[in-house]
């Protein structure tokens, strides 16, 4: 009987030692692609508001351009805003056509 006990003593540890190998072996590739994953997705969320701030001050700036150059506030407003539809619309258009 006491030899019962060790065998199954063995079998518990081996049975623990593969499954922390198992454990190891799948965690750390799954670690490093999450942390791959997690800083490319905070650099494209960081470059996305560097650019919507850009376009914020480059319109802002576009508005006070065209109001120093005589045009009335609501048309240059009008102006840039159709530029920024027409903008969007070609983005559009252009990543459809390459999926």
Do not use: C, H, Q
């Amino acid at each position: 009987m006491a030899g019962g006990a060790e065998t199954d003593d063995l079998v518990s540890r081996t049975g623990r030692l593969l499954r922390d190998a198992a454990v190891d072996y799948i965690k750390r590739p799954l670690e490093e692609i999450l942390n791959w994953a997690l800083g490319r997705t905070v650099s494209y969320l960081v470059a996305a508001a560097l650019f919507i701030t850009a376009a914020v001050f480059l319109f802002v700036g576009g508005v006070g351009g065209l109001e120093a150059a005589g045009v009335k506030r609501w048309i240059a407003y009008l102006a840039l805003g159709l530029v920024a539809v027409l903008a969007g619309m070609i983005v559009i258009r252009t990543s459809r056509s390459e999926k």
